[in-house]
């Protein structure tokens, strides 16, 4: 009888009662009368973070490109926060992480101009040359400018070096994570390296990139999962337009998700979507944070909080 009652109270609250109550009183709630599904997702706050966003600019007069690319390689020509806005603003994600765009390279500034331009609303994932005498030096200048994490690739972690090294030691000194967009084959070197240097904050983008190939590799998502017994691992679960049978709604990616949530915790992942690279052709913004809030029926209330914006939020605001 009691436990009827409370079911029937949490779900006529009212947006006003639930701000009053505050979230984590509700997902308590959530919790003690097993909701799942949509009923679940619709008591939770709408105040996500999206982990994993890009933005670029036209203007290449004030912002110009790398070398190593050209204009044309712009595909979108633009996505500015504006853009942005138009997609994450509508669903309820009211914070981003910036990733620092390759176009630009080690040239930071586009990403550090628009996070002074919305305060509160961007943290940034900036670039360095791991390579250059001075990194030290330009780690803490954009730690200074709330850069929260340093964006490294295959290549680099892949080949063992004392520059890397050196940097994984930089980013423990100044609490910034160490953010890894890798492939498949890459993550037994970031092992080595999480084993050598155990206080540094890791993150792995896109689950690694496993699903790529259009199916999910049990042995590589096995590797990916001895990943979390490192307690400063973190996981994005993000770029679904990119994994499995890469179709909304991407209920395929469902078991590799339970599968690194059990490895990892909640408390662990975050969501992300990749813009601007969600939102080309048939893919569209909403389903992706759907998939985590509406269709799991195996993560909780308090799960998806965690995953849609605690993490995010610890690792990259709260740091």
Same mark, same amino acid.
């Given at each position: 009888?009691?436990?009827?009652?409370?079911?029937?109270?949490?779900?006529?609250?009212?947006?006003?009662?639930?701000?009053?109550?505050?979230?984590?009183?509700?997902?308590?709630?959530?919790?003690?009368?097993?909701?799942?599904?949509?009923?679940?997702?619709?008591?939770?706050?709408?105040?996500?973070?999206?982990?994993?966003?890009?933005?670029?600019?036209?203007?290449?007069?004030?912002?110009?490109?790398?070398?190593?690319?050209?204009?044309?390689?712009?595909?979108?020509?633009?996505?500015?926060?504006?853009?942005?806005?138009?997609?994450?603003?509508?669903?309820?994600?009211?914070?981003?992480?910036?990733?620092?765009?390759?176009?630009?390279?080690?040239?930071?500034?586009?990403?550090?101009?628009?996070?002074?331009?919305?305060?509160?609303?961007?943290?940034?994932?900036?670039?360095?040359?791991?390579?250059?005498?001075?990194?030290?030096?330009?780690?803490?200048?954009?730690?200074?400018?709330? +850069?929260? =994490?340093?964006?490294? #690739?295959?290549?680099?972690? /892949?080949?063992?070096?004392?520059?890397? &090294?050196? $940097?994984?030691?930089?980013?423990?000194?100044?609490?910034?994570?160490?953010?890894?967009?890798?492939?498949?084959?890459?993550?037994?070197?970031?092992?080595?390296?999480?084993?050598?240097?155990?206080?540094?904050?890791?993150?792995?983008?896109?689950?690694?990139?496993?699903?790529?190939?259009?199916?999910?590799?049990?042995?590589?998502?096995?590797?990916?999962?001895?990943?979390?017994?490192?307690?400063?691992?973190?996981?994005?679960?993000?770029?679904?337009?990119?994994?499995?049978?890469?179709?909304?709604?991407?209920?395929?990616?469902?078991?590799?998700?339970?599968?690194?949530?059990?490895?990892?915790?909640?408390?662990?992942?975050?969501?992300?979507?990749?813009?601007?690279?969600? +939102?080309? =052709?048939?893919?569209? #913004?909403?389903?992706?944070? /759907?998939?985590?809030?509406?269709?799991? &029926?195996? $993560?909780?209330?308090?799960?998806?909080?965690?995953?849609?914006?605690?993490?995010?939020?610890?690792?990259?605001?709260?740091?």
């Amino acid at each position: 009888m009691a436990i009827e009652h409370l079911r029937h109270t949490s779900l006529q609250l009212t947006r006003r009662e639930f701000t009053a109550m505050g979230a984590t009183a509700l997902a308590t709630t959530a919790l003690a009368v097993g909701l799942t599904g949509s009923a679940n997702a619709a008591m939770l706050e709408d105040n996500w973070i999206d982990a994993h966003v890009h933005v670029w600019t036209p203007d290449t007069k004030k912002y110009p490109l790398s070398s190593k690319f050209k204009v044309a390689d712009m595909q979108p020509p633009s996505f500015t926060p504006e853009e942005l806005f138009a997609h994450c603003k509508p669903v309820g994600v009211k914070r981003i992480v910036l990733i620092q765009m390759s176009f630009y390279e080690f040239d930071n500034r586009y990403m550090l101009d628009m996070m002074a331009a919305h305060p509160g609303v961007f943290s940034g994932v900036g670039i360095v040359d791991h390579q250059a005498s001075d990194v030290a030096v330009k780690v803490r200048e954009l730690r200074k400018a709330g +850069v929260r =994490g340093l964006r490294v #690739y295959s290549e680099s972690v /892949a080949k063992p070096s004392k520059a890397m &090294d050196n $940097l994984w030691k930089i980013a423990a000194d100044e609490n910034i994570s160490i953010c890894n967009l890798i492939n498949p084959a890459d993550i037994g070197a970031v092992d080595k390296l999480c084993e050598r240097f155990p206080s540094t904050k890791v993150v792995i983008d896109h689950f690694a990139r496993i699903g790529v190939s259009g199916t999910i590799e049990s042995e590589p998502l096995a590797a990916l999962c001895r990943l979390a017994r490192f307690p400063t691992v973190h996981l994005k679960t993000s770029a679904f337009y990119a994994l499995g049978k890469k179709a909304a709604p991407y209920e395929d990616l469902a078991p590799m998700i339970r599968q690194v949530r059990d490895a990892f915790g909640a408390e662990r992942l975050m969501w992300a979507s990749d813009c601007p690279y969600q +939102v080309q =052709g048939s893919h569209a #913004y909403e389903p992706a944070i /759907a998939l985590v809030r509406d269709k799991l &029926d195996f $993560l909780t209330a308090a799960e998806k909080q965690s995953i849609l914006r605690g993490t995010a939020e610890k690792v990259f605001f709260n740091s």
